[in-house]
């Protein structure tokens, strides 16, 4: 009898091992003896509990709330949120134009599902989501990745990219305080950017996790605003609502928006009908505009404290990002820093962080990394980043 061999029944794309990275550090969320820098997690102070346990009864009295939905969202929802998107971004999506979906994962899985073919071309921010460049290597696509700055996406290094003829199939990027470096894309180099997806035809797939994180309240036009011909505009509410409720969107051209509904059709067919309804009635209440403003100014403090930390303990030969709203810092340390092994010796002393070639599709980021702040307590803060300095001034031997 022949032995059964696994290796030989999974698809290509589950042997590729795509999703350990995001488990590993999930999988650290609950030990409370880590310092955890490395899940870019909301914190649990940002929710909204009391808001919820006022409007539950209201919404389990609706049929709608234990019973199958509508593939592309309950209406209710999507009308309050394409006129709250038309009165923040100046864009209210049609009818065609948005579907509501389980979080911003299930968004990428149904737009990598629908629009790669295996050994199609896509680019990325180099680094980027290690969520994106996932789904992307699950759909088989090949991913480049676009040099990034202080400013965000070099766009004259896409130019030059796409000068080579190979017309990829979209490009993914994250404009508002990046995922993982934390810088957002000029304004100058957003206009440069849709004149250069509509001279080339090309995708641009903008990625608004952070969005409506930006500590003192500014707003850069979207993508999607500026050029809808060509945007499809992924979003999730897990920052400003509650992640465990894993409810997103959509707003896209409608050709796309149909092909995604059929596609949702064979993941989760409809997302939590009672989870829409707890959302629109915390909208519609006015409590997701007062939320931001609170989640702005909690997580402005937490980076406040980041920046201390980092400037007290970090020698000079260190460089990091400022960032001016969401989760997250990027460290660039001498090339000689393995960040994969240091990441090992931090786990000795209760630190975790995210090493930053997870955020390539190559060989690239060994001696950067990631630091979130957002779920950390104040008081760990200082601490864990002390700790790191000490490690690294232990195995490179250049002191503090």
Known sequence: MSEFRWDQV?????????GDEITSILSQAGDDRIIAFSGGYPHPETFPRAAMEAGFANVLADPAALQYGPTGGLPGLRDWFSGWLGDHDGL??????????????????????????????????????????????????????????????????????LADGRKPKFLYTIPDYQNPMGVSLSVERRHALVALARKHGLLLVEDVAYRELG??????????TLAPDVVAQLGTFSKTFSPGLRTGWISAPAPLVAALSRA???????????????????GRSGGFDEGIVASRAFYRGRCEIMMKALEVHLPEWVRFTRPEGGFF?????????????????????????????????????????????????????????????????EITGKGL
Request: hydrophobic share 40%.
């Open 10 to 18: 999974f698809a290509r794309s589950v042997r590729s091992g795509a």
């Open 92 to 161: 209210r999506p049609s009818d065609g134009e948005l579907i509501i979906t389980s979080g911003g994962m299930e968004g990428l899985k149904l737009l990598t599902g629908c629009l790669l073919d295996a050994g199609d071309r896509v680019l990325v921010e180099g680094p980027s989501f290690m969520g994106a460049i996932m789904a992307i290597r699950n759909a088989l696509g090949v991913i480049e990745a676009v040099p990034m700055d202080e400013h965000g996406l070099d766009v004259d290094a896409l130019a030059r990219t």
């Open 215 to 224: 500590y003192d309240g500014d707003r850069r036009p979207s993508l999607r």
């Open 264 to 282: 949702k059709q064979f993941t989760d067919q409809c997302t939590s009908p009672l989870g829409q309804l707890l959302l629109e009635d915390y």
């Open 329 to 393: 810092t990027w460290l660039t340390l001498p090339g000689e820093v393995d960040t994969l092994a240091l990441a090992e010796r931090a786990l000795a002393e209760h630190i975790t962080f995210v090493p930053g070639s997870i955020f390539y599709p190559d060989a690239r980021g060994r001696h950067e990394l990631r630091l979130a702040y957002s779920r950390v307590p104040d008081e760990q803060i200082d601490e864990g980043v002390g700790r790191l300095a000490r490690i690294l001034a």
